[in-house]
Structure formats: structure tokens, C-alpha cells
């Protein structure tokens, strides 16, 4: 019995795995008015700042992220998303897969056990 859907399980798995380890938050820092946190990408190697503004309860904070220097492309940001959107589309391609290979999968089972049920 071939278990075709084993393998883009597996990497479903993997997938998940590299995208909850990709941000590890390094260092904080709070003022007065801001918190400042910075973050690398596991992926890139880039350390990136996250800058909130302290307001008020009633206003949502101001949230801006740039990268730190020395930087590692000539454009982090693109990078980074590039990194993002290539995950994103391993992700679905993998989803696809999966989705086409079960259905093979029950149609060759019911194929044995009619073949088997027939001898």
C-alpha cells in the first residue's frame, strides 16, 4: 500500500516548523514615548527595528519597522518579502499537492479491495 500523501505532509510539517522559528525578538528598549524592539530574520540574517509610539489608550499605536545597518542585500525589504512570498507559495503548491494525491490514494484502495473482493 503506498501512502502518497505522506511526503507533502512532511513537508506541510517542515513548512510550518520554518515559519514559526523565522523572528527572534534580541532586545527592548522602552522611553517615554516609544518601545523599540529589535528582531532578526532567521531566513535573511537581517536585524530589523520595530519602533511603537506610546499614545493613548483610545488611539492604536504607531507601528514602523525598518532594517538595522549594516544591511544585508542592497534591499532588505524586498528580500524579506521575497522570502515571504516564496514561503507562501511553497505553502499552496504543497496544499495542491496534497489535495490531488488523497483522492488518487482512496480511488487505488477502493481499486484493491474491489480486485481483492473479487478473487
Do not use: C
Request: charged fraction near 25%; glycine fraction near 4%.
Amino acid at each position: 500500500m503506498r501512502k502518497t500523501w505522506l511526503l507533502p505532509i512532511l513537508i506541510t510539517i517542515m513548512l510550518m516548523v520554518l515559519w514559526f522559528n523565522r523572528w527572534e525578538y534580541t532586545a527592548t528598549k522602552t522611553t517615554n514615548y516609544k518601545i523599540v524592539k529589535w528582531k532578526t530574520d532567521h531566513w535573511t540574517g537581517q536585524v530589523w527595528m520595530e519602533t511603537y509610539k506610546i499614545q493613548s489608550f483610545a488611539e492604536l499605536a504607531d507601528v514602523k519597522t525598518e532594517p538595522m545597518q549594516p544591511f544585508v542585500s542592497k534591499d532588505p525589504k524586498k528580500t524579506e518579502t521575497n522570502y515571504t512570498i516564496t514561503w507562501i507559495v511553497s505553502l499552496g503548491i504543497n496544499a495542491l499537492w496534497l489535495l490531488v494525491v488523497t483522492p488518487i490514494d482512496n480511488k487505488s484502495k477502493e481499486k484493491e479491495s474491489n480486485i481483492g473482493g473479487e478473487l
